[in-house]
């Protein structure tokens, strides 16, 4: 049996090309060591027949030439003898009277089996460098299967529940489609967007940074990447969905969406309402139909991006929620791709109601006490978000991307707290009712202009990068609490009530720019200059005002919780680094200089203060490829963080009376010194992984807290600067294949954290130590029953000096199980399980044990699938309780928050489409 490797011959197909004589020319080499191969045979063949059509042999210098060929479909065929014979489509262009094919490399017998699985006549996959290329059609995946159901089939790459993608080893942050953004600012969730049908293929390689890329000086950065290549006819249409789902009485959902494209024009639109979740649109669909404003991405040269995703009020939280939602998003691009803009607009109305109970253990020098707290909330947020992206590739040498966002959101708090504090002997030493009201504004604007340059010397590049950002908060509420305080003995000792209206305003403005310079030396080194500036300024107002008794009117101030500072921050930087690039090593090693100074002007007292620091900024990094698919890197950073004005300004927070905050004009900054440690291999054939990374951090004049307690419970907090803090961690990774279809792995994380703090004065060292065990296997294959189990095994430590008997041990498990199976009927059937269990304390004693299961049984209709009736259960076993447990500092805490239990839900869905649809 043959074995065949193609090549993509990049030619546009043509209608019009049975009268042509075409000549075709080429060289053949060994792809391993790069020589010419004389005497192969080359092929032409008929592509309907396979009848053969012409042929020639390869002269001394590897290069041929066939004449008089006819301008129809044709295969190539090379072949010579030990290496794999090479074939592939020709496709004419229209007028084309020569096709150069370049160098074609084969690949020995020996090299590829090693390297490369092969399947029918058509490699399923290839190995060139370091990028690993699956041909998509080579996997079966099952009608309606996404691009995610398509990644879980490849060999070396995992999918896990929440969407999250592993390729040999390492997280993938970057994702291109077709070079370029695809629905979305964001194309890292197309996996669950895209029908597996879309793709052509699935391509895994480490991407360069945006700077290497751009300036061809490659600064041992990169990011592992997919890139999916598409068919070409499915980038044309419209699809939309309609759905609804319920359970007759208190849950509901509801959602219309639409998504138009064209070629190089995209619109998209949705509106919801849901009180089963918080985002009511999943990760496919708020691809689909919206931009997600939550994922800070960065778009690169080529289109890969840079996503870190974040959390907002409006997507995650505790309590049960009703959201609706609304969004439109707009894209196109003109100029021969030159100039694009996306434009996206999104608004969120959500009313959270719920419960939250807390039990913290707190550690003193010669004493430790509970505190118990229960919260009630009912809280209102309304947002209106606009974002604009511009993008001009002025000419080859230089581009300009300027990117504008705005937006607005009112808040309407209500928050009642009640607690008591427990002495270790079991009296009560403190209890508190609190109520505290927000009613705020703020108004958000922020844009970027990012500028680059190419000379006409290779290596030599300028760029700048710049932002400007203006924000401003507008809050009044009402705080009241009675507070009662105990003796030893359990009797009322003393009492506090506060009546209190409050005016907060803070309206904040920043510029900061980079300019980037690249110069190269030598053949192999390279210069990096740059240099970095930012302006910012604070103008904050905080009022505090008592309730007049007589009058009834909060108009009586009160001086220690009334203030006005405005606070600003003047920071420059240079560096200069310099760079030995070669085949399989490069090195880096750089440093800069940064003066920074804080000025804070407190208005009421008529006083101002400057403080500067200035710091070194040292970077280095190696990194070795001794071979495809095997990498080392090592590298260390040393960087700042400047204290904040909450942090910095004197001023005293009440808002919580039991839990006092104060500022502290005398902070420092902090530098910090990291090193990370990676190593990397990865073999194709058999699907075995191994990853192992490490960081450690240590921290100078590292930002703490010191805290007062007195004996009625009552904490001050301050921030102060400690040396001696660090943490570091090492992940182990390795998987493999057991079977066909059949994936193992394990994996490991040790952790260890100092933390220093001082209680009452008293210098305090928190250690912390943890180490997690992973364990999971599972079956993805063509068949109609697929499975995955992980299960989780973690220890946690901790102890603090001012109390060393007194230390904290637990274990923790967290299995997960998903289970999916495709049933007669178009039935499909889905199961999936995330237990976490606790063990058990001296502290907490009760059973904190979560087992949720949820589970859907669903049936399409229609010759095309269209139609979906769908039902669903969530939390089976009425098991979610929201419980989480940390350790930090000098205390332990529980919190269990009000979560959406057990529900039964009916829903029915219908899916338009033309020219494709999105996944399911």
Excluded: C
Aim: hydrophobic share 30%; aromatic share 12%; net charge positive.
């Amino acid at each position: 049996m043959r074995i065949f490797l193609p090549i993509s011959l990049i030619l546009i197909i043509s209608l019009h090309t049975a009268a042509q004589n075409i000549t075709i020319k080429g060289n053949i080499a060994d792809t391993t060591a790069h020589i010419s191969l004389s005497n192969a045979v080359i092929a032409v063949l008929r592509a309907n027949d396979s009848v053969l059509l012409q042929f020639t042999r390869s002269h001394k210098n590897g290069g041929f030439k066939l004449n008089t060929l006819p301008g129809i479909k044709s295969f190539i065929m090379v072949s010579y003898p030990n290496y794999a014979d090479f074939i592939d489509t020709l496709f004419i262009q229209p007028g084309q009277t020569v096709i150069d094919l370049g160098t074609i490399y084969l690949e020995t017998k020996t090299h590829l089996l090693q390297e490369i699985i092969v399947q029918q006549r058509v490699a399923a996959i290839k190995v060139r460098g370091d990028t690993t290329e699956f041909k998509a059609d080579s996997f079966h995946t099952g009608p309606n299967a996404n691009v995610q159901d398509l990644l879980k089939q490849l060999p070396g790459i995992q999918v896990n529940a929440k969407g999250e993608i592993t390729a040999q080893g390492e997280r993938v942050r970057k994702v291109l489609v077709d070079g370029e953004e695809f629905f979305s600012d964001d194309p890292a969730v197309v996996t669950q967007n895209l029908r597996a049908d879309y793709v052509d293929k699935v391509q895994v390689y480490d991407k360069k940074s945006d700077q290497a890329v751009f300036s061809g000086i490659d600064d041992g950065q990169k990011t592992k990447t997919i890139n999916l290549t598409l068919k070409e006819d499915k980038k044309k249409g419209y699809f939309g969905k309609v759905e609804a789902g319920t359970d007759a009485t208190q849950y509901h959902y509801e959602k219309a969406m639409v998504n138009s494209f064209q070629k190089k024009r995209k619109f998209a639109a949705y509106v919801t309402n849901d009180n089963t979740r918080y985002e009511s649109l999943n990760w496919n669909e708020k691809s689909n139909y919206g931009n997600d404003l939550n994922r800070n991405t960065d778009v690169q040269d080529d289109g890969s991006v840079w996503i870190s995703q974040t959390s907002d009020e409006f997507s995650s939280g505790a309590g049960l929620p009703n959201s609706t939602t609304a969004g439109a998003t707009y894209g196109n691009k003109w100029n021969e791709d030159k100039q694009n803009i996306n434009g996206t607009y999104q608004y969120n109305h959500l009313n959270i109601v719920g419960q939250t109970n807390s039990i913290t253990q707190y550690i003193l020098p010669d004493t430790t006490f509970i505190n118990k707290v229960q919260q009630n909330a009912n809280n209102i947020r309304q947002r209106h978000r606009m974002n604009a992206v511009y993008e001009w590739q002025i000419d080859s040498t230089s581009s300009l991307k300027v990117t504008v966002t705005g937006s607005q959101i009112k808040r309407n708090d209500n928050n009642l707290y009640t607690g008591q504090s427990i002495s270790q002997e079991g009296q009560i030493i403190n209890q508190t009712d609190r109520t505290t009201t927000l009613d705020g504004t703020e108004n958000n604007f922020l844009s970027n202009i990012f500028w680059r340059k190419k000379y006409k010397k290779a290596g030599r590049t300028l760029s700048f990068n710049g932002n400007l950002n203006f924000s401003g908060r507008n809050n009044t509420g009402f705080l009241t609490a009675q507070n009662s305080f105990y003796d030893k003995t359990g009797f009322l000792s003393s009492a506090q009530n506060i009546n209190q209206y409050k005016t907060n305003s803070e309206n904040l403005s920043g510029v900061d720019g980079k300019f980037v310079y690249t110069e190269p030396l030598w053949k192999k080194i390279f210069l990096e200059l740059n240099y970095r500036f930012g302006f910012s300024g604070n103008d904050a107002i905080r009022n505090t005002f008592a309730k007049d008794s007589v009058n009834g009117q909060y108009d009586i101030g009160v001086d220690s919780l009334t203030n006005h500072f405005k606070y600003n921050i003047n920071s420059q930087s240079g560096g200069a680094t310099f760079r030995y690039n070669a085949k399989k090593f490069n090195f880096s090693a750089g440093t800069g200089i940064g003066i920074t100074s804080f000025r804070l002007n407190d208005i009421l007292q008529n006083t101002n203060r400057t403080i500067q620091f200035t710091n070194f900024l040292p970077t280095a990094s190696v990194n070795f490829t001794p071979k495809t698919q095997r990498k080392i890197s090592l590298t260390y950073t040393g960087s700042t963080r400047n204290p904040s004005l909450v942090q910095i300004q004197p001023f005293v927070d009440n808002t919580d009376p039991l839990n006092i905050n104060i500022g502290n004009p005398n902070l420092k900054q902090e530098f910090n010194h990291r090193f990370q440690l990676s190593v990397s291999d990865f073999k194709v054939l058999k699907s075995r992984n191994i990853y192992v990374s490490g960081n450690f951090n240590l921290t100078n004049n590292a930002i703490s807290s010191s805290s007062t307690v007195d004996s009625s419970g009552r904490r001050i907090n301050q921030a102060v600067n400690v040396d001696g803090n660090y943490s570091g961690n090492i992940f182990m990774f390795y998987s493999f294949e057991i079977v066909p279809t059949w994936i193992g792995g394990f994996s490991s994380t040790p952790g260890v954290n100092r933390y220093i703090n001082f209680i009452n004065g008293k210098k305090n060292i928190n250690d912390n130590r943890n180490i997690n065990f992973g364990v999971y296997f599972g079956r993805w294959s063509n068949k109609n029953v697929n499975f995955y189990v992980n299960a989780d095994f973690s220890r946690n430590y901790s102890r603090s000096s001012i109390s060393p008997n007194n230390i904290t041990r637990y274990w923790s498990y967290t299995p997960y199980i998903n289970f999916t199976a495709k049933l007669p009927a178009k039935l499909y059937f889905e199961a999936n399980s995330n237990i976490t269990i606790y063990e058990k304390t001296s502290v907490f004693t009760g059973n904190a044990d979560v087992y949720l299961v949820n589970a859907s049984l669903k049936k399409t209709f229609s010759k095309n699938d269209n139609w979906e009736l769908k039902f669903s259960v969530n939390d089976l076993l009425n098991q979610n309780k929201g419980i989480n447990r940390n350790i930090s500092s000098n205390f332990i805490a529980q919190t269990t928050q009000q979560t959406i239990q057990r529900y039964f839900l009916l829903s029915l869905a219908y899916n338009f489409n033309k020219n494709g649809k999105p996944a399911q």
